[in-house]
Each structure stands twice: as C-alpha cells, then as structure tokens.
C-alpha cells in the first residue's frame, strides 16, 4: 500500500522558514515527478512546486520563487520543501504528490497524495 506522509509544519512568524518532508512508502517513485501542493481556507488546490524525477528540472508558481526550494533524496524515497521568508498568505495545508509522469510542471497528472501537514504563518 502507498503512503505519503508529510511532516514539518507548524507555526512560525513572518520571516521565518520551515523544511516540509515527505516520506513515500510501498513502493519507490524515482522514475517519478513528485510536487508539492498547497489549499489556503476558501481556495483551490494549488500546485507550489514538481520536481522531475532526477531533480533536473524544478517549476516554482510565481509567488514562491527565490523564497521555496524543492528538492528530493530518491534514496530515501523523500521529498522536501525547504521555505524561507515565510508570508502571512503562505499559510495552508500542504501536500506532497506523485506524478504519474517522469517530468511535469502541470497540476494534472498526480496520483498519490499525502495527508497534509498545516502552515500557519503569523504576521
């Protein structure tokens, strides 16, 4: 059975960062694109950041770039996002998610999905 379990949330201040983990179990995924989503209270589901499935190519929506990094450790089956100058409108439940595809920047295309870990971002 395939699990995604994500970890590293919490509440932090304005300014601060948080490192997200997520832990696949069942089976590997390093022949897939992994992602990191976000849903804000009142909002839709949106992708934050994919990673291919070697770490060559990175997308970052707009509003996250130069403050997110994605990244991931196929050997640990991992996937992190590391996040700095967190802002108020960061916060949401986040999910990581594997992509039926080796390389996407698309956010169609994701067939497992974990939990959630909440990020509160104080102002």
């Known amino acids: 059975q395939v699990q995604l379990v994500e970890s ?3 509440l932090v201040q304005a300014g601060a960062s948080l490192r997200l983990s ?3 179990s069942g089976r590997t995924f390093s022949n897939n694109a992994m992602g990191w989503f976000r849903q804000a209270p009142g909002k839709e ?3 934050v950041a994919s990673i291919s499935w070697n770490g060559n190519m990175r ?3 707009d509003s996250v770039k ?3 990094a994605i990244s991931r450790d196929n050997a640990k089956n991992t996937l992190y996002l590391q996040m700095n100058s967190l802002k108020a409108e960061d916060t949401a ?3 990581c998610a594997v992509s039926r595809y080796s390389s996407t920047s698309s956010p169609r295309g ?3 999905w974990g939990q959630g ?3 509160t971002v104080s102002s």
């Open 8 to 10: 590293g949330g919490g």
């Open 22 to 24: 997520c832990a696949a």
């Open 45 to 47: 589901r949106e992708l």
């Open 59 to 61: 997308y970052y929506t």
């Open 66 to 68: 130069g403050r997110f």
């Open 93 to 95: 439940v986040y999910y």
């Open 110 to 112: 994701y067939d497992y």
């Open 117 to 119: 870990t909440q990020v």
